[in-house]
């Protein structure tokens, strides 16, 4: 959120854009790409931006929230719907927001640091301002807003009350960067480590590190690792470090977080608390620009000593008393505040939402003002309830929920927590890192038994982008969440997908249907198998059964009269091949006379399910189901006289078989990131299971290891003992051998038969330690692996986990 307002004279001027005035004052200070996203709407300008839909789609929405100016570049925009709206018409919306985000940062003339390269960016980032923000008082990139939107959202944040700008830039493919470049104008330039070149879509390295370069067009020095140092243009200055002799910065040696380097003829040296290579190369890079801009040798060293970790990424987990927690406790500023807040909304589980917040360090708004945005966003995002920590926090309970409490510190919160309330609420972790909230995160976590599944939204969501964009104009998606989304949580992801509009959800059974609407899922939910004792909660809870036989259309036709249901929305599912349930299509005629002889209900879809979409030695069979199903829907149409949505394919249908994708398709396992018919690499890994070390043993040649002496290690070795078994879902078929896991990155074999909640493993010879991590699968231990050494599917694997391993859900 920017203070500083822009008339509507100015935004056609910076935008070049033709206005539509029906307000002529009604200035904005807010960027608002996202009608899900909406926060400060009287002040905010909505760019209906060209993405995977169009943002024109959505001007009703945001208007009805109360937006009042919008971007568009539909030419023939009706406005009149829209009586108190400012319309600004530009050629390309995506264009105007970076002219408007280039115009405002243009206003401002103190150092503006541009960072980019293939990793590292926002570790970069975050740790300079780690450095530098006793000295100066920074804006800088929310989390890794580095995008073509992100950077203008990013600079719109600068204003006249910080001296100091750090701004990250990424790209996804090649002739991105000159417009970023144009946007940030660097005075200073920055590249972290350049990656190989095929991952950003390159033809060659030297392609990729020439348009990065770019952004420094205009930077008047740039702080570069001296060997990509030949390929800076001329024009600029560089400031050098790396291990070559001539650098600025010559790094001698590190070894146990010690990094040595000569500066100007002294020999100096930092300590960092990492030792990775990467954080490293980040430090050595991060030095170089600490000098670059003149700090002392001393608070240098002094600051790198006490660099902290980046976590980018938002966790979701269960807490006590059914409560979920959101922990954020990596950046603690206004707009990382809002970013939370929108995923706080997103979840719907609870109907209470309370935020602990700290003291926010380090703002260049006055403290009042600082906290009264802050009361605005917690309004918007309809939080009952804030939990205070901090002197300065505590002095503007005025502008905050009316029940809120406050504490001077965190041990006092830690002190009084058994006196406050959690129950079956959402609760919003965030705190300075001086706060240590880890603490209150970890007293408010249910206990874990240390088997997780770490399910990442993130991948999810782009998997779900991938299919849709597969799929033909206007056909939509019906997300399947049965078996607990396929392992991976309900309410979590049911919420997740209706934050991305997906058209539909379905389940099994009408009791999974009920837990999502217990979780705010507000969506139509298809119920497969409909369980006929069910039909009145069903009713009760707008769910929409599948009718799949007579049987079942009496039952579900006598309580629909029963409730007086007129039109009630139901699924008629065909038999097309599969033989598992469904009318066939000798029976389409009756089903149709009897439709008509009841008004109780309404097709709201006809589908049937391919059996092998994905083998093309049956691809044959595919198109038989696919002519039945044509016949019997056509049949369907002309007969009852109104429309209804037709879809038969799944995931693998749907890429596929993309002229059978009809009006609808039904995305199940492709969106956990699993479909053997794509490239690997295409879909992203949404779930990785994890456990540790409980116990390392010796064990000699003589000695036998678990139940029925199964497992020896002739040479004698070294054993370690994990918490996950097969009542976790981890099939006893894996064991002696037959499984493997990840320790310390090397694939590791299972010994002994696998027990009820434990399982060894052979790690004889590698450096292990107890309570070391174990990965039973994730994107390099693939779940497909695991499903081949079982002789079964993914599927089975997947769904087979069991609900007392926890799941932890992270969003970025
Ligand atoms: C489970 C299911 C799907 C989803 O199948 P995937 O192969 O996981 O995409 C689609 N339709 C029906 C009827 C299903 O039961």
């Keep these: 959120m920017n203070h500083q307002l822009y008339s509507v004279y100015e935004l056609e001027k910076a935008m070049g854009a033709k206005a539509f005035i029906q307000n002529a004052h009604a200035p904005i200070r807010t960027l608002l790409i996202d009608s899900r996203k909406l926060h400060d709407v009287s002040f905010g300008l909505f760019f209906a931006l060209q993405q995977r839909k169009d943002g024109h789609e959505f001007i009703a929405e945001a208007y009805q929230a109360g937006v009042r100016s919008f971007v568009i570049s539909h030419k023939n925009w009706s406005m009149a719907a829209f009586p108190e709206a400012n319309f600004y018409l530009v050629d390309d919306t995506l264009n105007a927001l970076q002219a408007l985000a280039g115009y405002h940062r243009a206003k401002f003339n103190y150092p503006v640091l541009g960072i980019t390269g293939s990793n590292g960016k926002t570790i970069v980032k975050e740790w300079l301002f780690q450095l530098l923000s006793s000295q100066y008082r920074i804006v800088r990139s929310p989390k890794s807003y580095n995008s073509q939107i992100g950077v203008a959202l990013s600079l719109w944040e600068m204003t006249d009350a910080h001296n100091l700008a750090i701004i990250e830039a990424g790209i996804s493919k090649p002739g991105e960067m000159a417009k970023l470049a144009t946007m940030i104008r660097p005075t200073l330039g920055i590249l972290t480590h350049m990656g190989e070149a095929h991952a950003e879509g390159f033809s060659s390295f030297e392609e990729k590190l020439k348009e990065k370069l770019q952004l420094f067009s205009l930077a008047d020095r740039v702080i570069i690792n001296d060997q990509y140092a030949s390929f800076l243009p001329s024009q600029n200055t560089a400031f050098l470090w790396g291990n070559q002799v001539n650098s600025d910065l010559q790094l001698t040696h590190s070894s146990d977080r010690i990094i040595q380097a000569v500066y100007q003829q002294h020999l100096q040296q930092v300590e960092i608390p990492f030792e990775d290579a990467a954080s490293i190369e980040n430090a050595g890079c991060c030095w170089a620009t600490a000098l670059a801009l003149g700090l002392t040798t001393e608070t240098i060293f002094e600051k790198m000593s006490r660099l902290q970790a980046v976590e980018m990424r938002l966790e979701l987990k269960n807490g006590i008393n059914d409560c979920s927690l959101i922990d954020d406790s990596y950046s603690c500023d206004v707009s990382s505040l809002g970013i939370a807040l929108n995923f706080l909304k997103q979840q719907k589980q609870h109907d209470k939402r309370t935020v602990i917040l700290s003291d926010i360090p380090e703002s260049s708004l006055s403290e009042e003002m600082l906290y009264r945005q802050v009361g605005d966003l917690l309004r918007e995002a309809r939080v009952d309830r804030l939990i205070g920590v901090g002197s300065a926090i505590a002095q503007f309970a005025r502008f905050f929920p009316e029940n809120s409490i406050f504490f001077t510190d965190t041990s006092a919160l830690l002190a009084a927590l058994h006196q406050v309330p959690f129950a079956n609420e959402a609760v919003l972790i965030k705190g300075a890192r001086s706060f240590a909230f880890e603490q209150l995160s970890q007293a408010l976590l249910q206990q874990l038994h240390e088997t997780v599944l770490e399910i990442n939204l993130n991948a999810l969501e782009a998997n779900l982008n991938y299919y849709r964009a597969q799929l033909q104009p206007n056909v939509k998606v019906m997300a399947m969440v049965k078996a607990f989304s396929y392992g991976s949580g309900s309410a979590e992801i049911a919420n997740l997908l209706q934050f991305n509009r997906v058209d539909y959800l379905a389940v099994a059974y009408a009791d999974e249907g009920v837990s999502l609407r217990k979780s705010g899922i507000t969506l139509p939910i298809m119920v497969m198998s409909p369980d006929l004792a069910a039909i009145d909660t069903m009713i009760e809870h707008d769910l929409e059964p599948e009718i799949y036989s007579f049987r079942v259309f009496s039952a579900i036709d006598s309580a629909l009269k029963r409730h007086k249901k007129q039109k009630y929305p139901v699924h008629l599912k065909i038999e097309t091949g599969m033989h598992r349930l469904g009318f066939g299509l000798d029976e389409v005629s009756v089903l149709m006379e009897r439709l008509k002889h009841t008004s109780s209900m309404m097709v709201q879809s006809v589908f049937s399910h391919l059996a092998a979409a994905e083998d093309p030695a049956e691809d044959a069979f595919t198109r038989e189901q696919i002519a039945i199903f044509t016949q019997a829907t056509e049949q369907l149409s002309a007969g009852l006289g109104y429309s209804f949505l037709r879809h038969l394919a799944n995931t693998s249908g749907t890429t596929r078989w993309k002229e059978a994708q009809f009006d609808m398709v039904r995305l199940g396992i492709g969106l956990y990131g699993i479909d053997k018919t794509l ?128 799941r932890v859900y992270y969003y970025e």
């Design 679 to 806: 490239a690997p690499g295409t879909l992203q890994t949404v779930t990785s299971l994890k456990t540790s070390i409980s116990q390392l043993k010796s064990i000699t040649p003589d000695d036998t290891i678990g139940y029925n002496r199964k497992g020896k290690l002739p040479q004698g070795g070294t054993i370690a003992t994990v918490k996950i078994g097969y009542a976790d879902g981890y099939s006893r078929a894996l064991g002696n051998g037959q499984g493997q896991m990840l320790v310390n990155g090397q694939l590791v074999p299972t010994i002994g038969s696998i027990c009820m909640d434990m399982c060894m493993l052979d790690v004889s010879g590698l450096s292990v330690a107890e309570g070391d991590d174990v990965i039973v699968f994730n994107h390099e231990l693939r779940v497909e692996q695991i499903a081949q050494q079982l002789q079964t599917i993914p599927y089975e694997v997947l769904s087979g986990i069991s609900q007392r391993v926890k």
